[in-house]
């Protein structure tokens, strides 16, 4: 089965960047979403088809691909922006819907 | 707004079973695929089903292929999970999600499978 894997944790000081990545064999051809989860709260969608942006999500936050990588980036980083992130992608070869293992982010 | 509410979460024991329901408001419902994803307490997101926007066709994790059911009355506005043959292992927070890309999501609903 197709897996998508993610770097645990991540922790950034306010106001710099904090980058996410999601590797996943050939995730080039696929398209990426990406989801905020705050505790207790369900996901929130922040980027989807690679690098598109659901109206009402900053600009700070931007995703892109390269090689066998997916990456969320998080642009000057806020206290809100605490969070676990997590990628998702349909993997076609099995007609699933795969997430990633996610990443905690904290913000220092 | 678009919003999504799921309801028939419970305690239910090992083997036995549960329905789910979805309900959509602020959305053409029949015009969009829709998903159940489960999180178990402290851990990832884990896939479960998606079914297109007619109900014409249904994919499921396989994990639970076999077993649950997802479906749809789009004159209700409603999507649904049967969930049989219960294990402890599909103890878990169950969101429904709108679209491919998962654009909305509701809050959940607890499913607790113990003896």
């Known amino acids: 089965s197709y897996v998508l894997t993610q770097t645990p944790s991540v922790s950034v000081a306010p106001g710099k960047t904090a980058r996410i990545t999601c590797g996943g064999n050939n995730i080039g051809s696929k398209s990426v979403q990406w989801y905020q989860q705050k505790p207790g709260q369900a996901p929130m969608l922040v980027v989807f088809?690679?690098?598109d942006r659901p109206s009402g999500i900053p600009e700070r936050f931007s995703g892109s691909k390269s090689g066998n990588t997916a990456t969320l980036t998080i642009s000057r980083v806020e206290a809100g922006d605490e969070a676990d992130y997590y990628c998702q992608v349909w993997d076609s070869d099995s007609d699933h819907y795969v997430f990633g293992t996610g990443t905690k982010v904290t913000v220092l | 707004q678009v919003q999504l509410v799921e309801s028939g979460g419970g305690v239910v024991q090992p083997g036995g079973s549960l329905r789910l329901s979805c309900t959509v408001s602020?959305?053409?419902?029949?015009?969009?695929?829709m998903h159940w994803v489960r999180q178990t307490p402290g851990n990832g997101l884990e896939w479960v089903a998606f079914i297109r926007y007619d109900g014409n066709n249904a994919s499921y994790a396989d994990s639970v292929k076999g077993r649950f059911t997802i479906s749809r009355d789009n004159s209700k506005n409603t999507l649904y999970l049967q969930m049989n043959s219960l294990r402890t292992e599909d103890t878990a927070v169950y969101y429904c999600?709108?679209?491919?890309?998962?654009?909305?999501w509701g809050q959940g609903t607890l499913v607790t499978v113990s003896s």
């Open positions: 999600a709108r679209r491919v890309a998962l654009d909305y």
């Open positions: 088809y690679d690098s």
């Open positions: 602020g959305s053409i419902f029949s015009s969009f695929g």
